[in-house]
């Protein structure tokens, strides 16, 4: 069975830094693209980031490009967001998840192919 599982998220103050850990198993990492999503209350769900571990295609949304990145390490089939010069409006649950495809702009439809997901950490970014 595949699974995800996040973890890092806590509380930082504006400024500071964090790095989200996602941990899957029971797939074939290295096939896979991992997407970072994260969800603030009362907001949708957004896509921030992804990578592809098959060919190193990344994508990275506005609001965080330059700031966050995205790493893997193959031995441990873990996948790795590394957070900069965080703001109070990163505040949010982040989530990983999982998907046979390409990493591609986290449209519905390429939203609809991620078909593993973690239970989420929650990053919280103080003023």
Not at 32 to 56: M, V
Not at 94 to 109: E, F, K, Q
């Amino acid at each position: 069975e595949a699974q995800l599982v996040e973890s890092g998220g806590e509380l930082v103050q504006a400024g500071g830094s964090l790095r989200l850990s996602c941990a899957t198993s029971g797939f074939t990492f290295n096939d896979y693209t991992i997407g970072w999503f994260r969800q603030a209350p009362g907001q949708e769900r957004q896509g921030i980031s992804c990578l592809s571990n098959s060919d190193g295609t990344t994508y990275y949304a506005e609001s965080v490009k330059g700031r966050f990145t995205m790493s893997s390490d193959h031995a441990k089939n873990t996948m790795y967001l590394q957070m900069n010069s965080l703001k109070p409006e990163d505040t949010a649950i982040y989530y990983c998840a999982a998907t046979p495809v390409g990493c591609y702009y986290p449209s519905d439809y390429v939203v609809s192919l991620y078909n593993t997901w973690g239970q989420g950490t929650q990053v919280t970014v103080t003023s």
